[in-house]
């Protein structure tokens, strides 16, 4: 015989895990609190070792001012179109949907 339920109560959800992204100026406070304490590094040993490979990255971004970002990246690195581009595009898509043909996102990835 199985147990009741109670009407009017809710199921537990199930936790979810998700990743978190911390702050480069943080990062540098724990890898250089590392230095000076060893037991407590055990527990996120294999994070801790990401950051202390790209401790360089996380110096620079500390340096330049980009210790409150989560992402560092270099000038010209995000995918910018020219005006040009984007106008051949505009034309395009245009020029396709004047001929009643769909045009969808997919075409234009």
């Keep these: 015989m199985t147990r009741p339920t109670i009407k009017g109560t809710k199921k537990k959800k199930r936790k979810q895990y998700k990743r ?4 480069y100026g943080h990062k540098q406070d724990i890898l250089n609190y590392i230095h000076a304490a060893g037991k407590e590094r055990q527990s996120k040993q294999q994070l801790i070792s990401k950051w202390r490979a790209n401790d360089s990255k996380t110096k620079a971004a500390c340096e330049s001012g980009h210790a409150r970002h989560l992402n560092f990246r270099e000038r010209g690195m995000a995918a910018v179109l020219s005006k040009e581009a984007e106008e051949d595009i505009v034309l395009w898509i245009n020029t396709l949907r004047k001929d009643g ?3 969808s996102r997919t ?3």
Excluded at 20 to 23: D, P
């Design 20 to 23: 978190v992204r911390v702050e």
């Design 107 to 109: 075409m234009l990835n």
């Design 101 to 103: 043909a769909p045009v």
